[in-house]
């Protein structure tokens, strides 16, 4: 994504954002060539700022206790950018960006083309299952 405009709002589907495997490193990356980036979801408040807390990735715009099409709606009412792009997982983020009239993109293609690493799922094992030896 080198080379974008850098009036541009870029929104995160939660789902997108969890589906790479470094989203502190992608919002730091994001921030040099977006004006505003912030994550949205139909999840409540509490999951998408443990998230965010957790990475720590400071937003511009959040979902809050909306939904997604009015948080997209809202956001782009609020921060007047040449452009607004969606990252998203499926037809479902497609269908939503195209309702809304924001740029879709897939977080693979979006991945691919600024060198972001998805995650392959491989960093957190398999819990062992707990075994006792003084049950009878």
Do not use: C
């Not at 909306?66 to 607004?84: A, I, M, P, W, Y």
Request: hydrophobic content about 35%; charged content about 35%.
């Amino acid at each position: 994504m080198e080379g974008g405009s850098g009036d541009m709002t870029l929104a995160f589907e939660l789902d997108a954002l969890e589906a790479l495997a470094n989203p502190t490193e992608v919002f730091s990356d994001a921030r040099r060539w977006t004006e505003y980036i912030g994550v949205v979801s139909d999840e409540p408040t509490y999951v998408v700022t443990n998230f965010t807390r957790k990475n720590r990735i400071r937003q511009d715009f959040f979902s809050g206790p909306r939904g997604r099409r009015e948080s997209l709606e809202n956001v782009k009412n609020q921060f007047d950018t040449d452009r607004h792009v969606f990252v998203g997982t499926g037809q479902d983020d497609i269908d939503l960006a195209s309702e809304v009239d924001w740029e879709y993109l897939a977080v693979t293609d979006a991945a691919d083309a600024a060198g972001w690493t998805l995650d392959d799922g491989d960093d957190e094992p398999e819990p062992e299952p707990e075994t006792r030896d003084d049950w009878p």
